[in-house]
C-alpha cells in the first residue's frame, strides 16, 4: 500500500508539473525561444490568485480565467514589443534577453512583496479523498484535475481551431507557412500569449499546494525545462507525459534514497533520456 501512496502522490503531482511545463514547451517548440521569464510567470499567476482571494474572495478556481486573461496579456505585449525585436537572432539573444526580463520582473516581485513565503489557505477545505487505503488531499486532486483539463483545453485548441491550425504550421514550417498567408508576428505573439496564460493557470493551481514566493521562479522553471524534455519539445502529449514520469520518478526517488535525492535522480533521468532519445518522449520533428 506504501507504494500505492507513493504512486498516487506522483501522479498527482506529474498532473501539475504538465500544467507547469505546457507552455514552456509550446513557446519553445514554436518560437524556438527558450523563455526563462516562465517560471516568474508562474509565481506572478500565484500571487494574484493569493490576493484575489483575499481581497476580493474570489475562489483560486474561480480566479484561473482573469488570472490566466491577464498573463495572456503580459505575454503577448512582452512578444509584440520586445522579443520579436529578436526573434529572428540566434538563440543565446532571446534566451538573454528572457533573462533579463526575468531578472527584472522576479526582483520587481520581491519589492513588492518580499520575498517570504505566504500560503493561501481556504476558508472551507476539500477535505480528503479515500480510494481505498491510498489518502489524497481534496484540493490537490482538484488541482491536478483542473491542471489536465487545461492541458486537454490547449491541445483541442491547437488540433480544432484555425488558430491552433496555424501555430502547428508555423511550428512545422513558419516561410511556408507565411507563403500560405499565415501572418508569423501574429502566431508568435499569441502562442508567446498562450505559453504566459498556461503559467499563469498554474501558478493559481500551485498557490493551494507550495507557499508562494518569487524564490520559486527557478524551482519552476528548471521543472517545466526538465518536463519538456522529458516529454518531446513543443508536444502537448508529450509534457502531459513528461509530467507525469517526473512526478512519479520524484515521488519514488524520494522514498527510495530520501527527500533530497529527488531532484538529482530526475536530472540523471533526463541526462539518460538525452543520450539516448534527444527527442523526447513523444516528441517528432515538426509535430505539436
Known amino acids: 500500500m506504501l507504494y500505492l501512496q507513493v504512486a498516487a502522490n506522483g501522479l498527482v503531482l506529474g498532473g501539475l508539473y504538465a500544467c507547469i511545463a505546457v507552455g514552456f514547451s509550446l513557446v519553445w517548440g514554436v518560437l524556438n525561444v527558450i523563455n526563462i521569464l516562465h517560471g516568474s510567470f508562474i509565481v506572478l499567476g500565484s500571487y494574484l490568485a493569493l490576493f484575489a482571494y483575499q481581497v476580493l474572495g474570489l475562489h483560486p478556481f474561480l480566479a484561473i480565467v482573469p488570472v490566466a486573461a491577464a498573463l495572456y496579456a503580459v505575454g503577448h505585449a512582452t512578444q509584440g514589443l520586445l522579443v520579436n525585436r529578436v526573434i529572428a537572432a540566434p538563440v543565446l539573444m532571446t534566451l538573454t534577453l528572457t533573462f533579463g526580463l526575468d531578472l527584472m520582473l522576479n526582483n520587481a516581485m520581491i519589492v513588492a512583496f518580499t520575498a517570504d513565503y505566504r500560503r493561501l489557505n481556504l476558508e472551507t477545505p476539500l477535505g480528503v479523498l ?132 529527488a531532484i538529482t535522480i530526475s536530472f540523471m533521468v533526463l541526462i539518460a533520456v538525452l543520450a539516448l532519445r534527444p527527442d523526447g518522449l513523444l516528441g517528432r520533428r515538426g509535430f505539436a
Open 130 to 261: 479515500f480510494l481505498g487505503d491510498v489518502v489524497l488531499p481534496g484540493d490537490r486532486v482538484a488541482a491536478m484535475v483542473l491542471a489536465l483539463l487545461l492541458t486537454g483545453g490547449l491541445w483541442l485548441l491547437l488540433r480544432g481551431t484555425r488558430l491552433g491550425r496555424a501555430v502547428v504550421a508555423v511550428r512545422m514550417d513558419r516561410d511556408a507557412a507565411a507563403l500560405m498567408g499565415v501572418n508569423v508576428p501574429r502566431i508568435n505573439a499569441v502562442t508567446f500569449g498562450l505559453g504566459a496564460a498556461m503559467a499563469g493557470a498554474a501558478g493559481v493551481l500551485l498557490a493551494l499546494i507550495f507557499p508562494v514566493s518569487p524564490l520559486n521562479s527557478g524551482l519552476f522553471l528548471g521543472k517545466a525545462f526538465t518536463v519538456c524534455v522529458l516529454g518531446g519539445l513543443g508536444s502537448v502529449p508529450g509534457a502531459l507525459v513528461g509530467g507525469i514520469a517526473l512526478g512519479l520518478i520524484e515521488s519514488f526517488g524520494a522514498l527510495w534514497l530520501g527527500p533530497e535525492w
